[in-house]
């Protein structure tokens, strides 16, 4: 069992930047497919970001591509997303999630909810013009 507990969200202005954390209750260094994904008012839950623990392998979706990074931290059994650049539409709940397992390479499969089994209970940021 792994427990996630996000931190970081807040409110920032067009073009700010926030840094996301999610420390994990157990190590995350052997195997596990560690990921960030959002879901604003009226949208379904999409993946954002994506890192394979074991490789450090990453994927981003399209949308946030050049403006965050994923990274992790072994020792600290915590995985960050630096989000630059901040637009109104990543105005968003953002959750940290995890499976064992690397990431799938085809994105269709890596970004289904449903193929998480571990979630944290969400962090807002909200983005304003």
């Known amino acids: 069992q792994v427990q996630l507990l996000e931190s970081g969200g807040g409110s920032v202005q067009a073009g700010g930047s926030l840094r996301l954390s999610c420390v994990a209750s157990r190590s995350i260094y052997s195997g596990y497919c560690m990921a960030w994904f959002r879901q604003g008012p009226g949208k379904e839950r999409e993946g954002v970001a994506h890192?394979?623990?074991?490789?450090?392998?990453?994927y981003y979706a399209d949308s946030v591509k050049g403006r965050f990074t994923i990274s992790q931290d072994n020792a600290k059994n915590t995985v960050y997303l630096q989000m630059n650049s901040l637009k109104p539409e990543d105005t968003a709940m953002y959750y940290c999630a995890a499976h064992y397992g690397g990431c799938a390479v085809v994105a269709g499969f890596r970004n289904i909810p449903a193929r998480y089994n571990y979630w944290g209970q969400g962090t807002q940021v909200t983005v304003s013009s």
């Open positions: 890192v394979s623990t074991s490789e450090s392998t990453t």
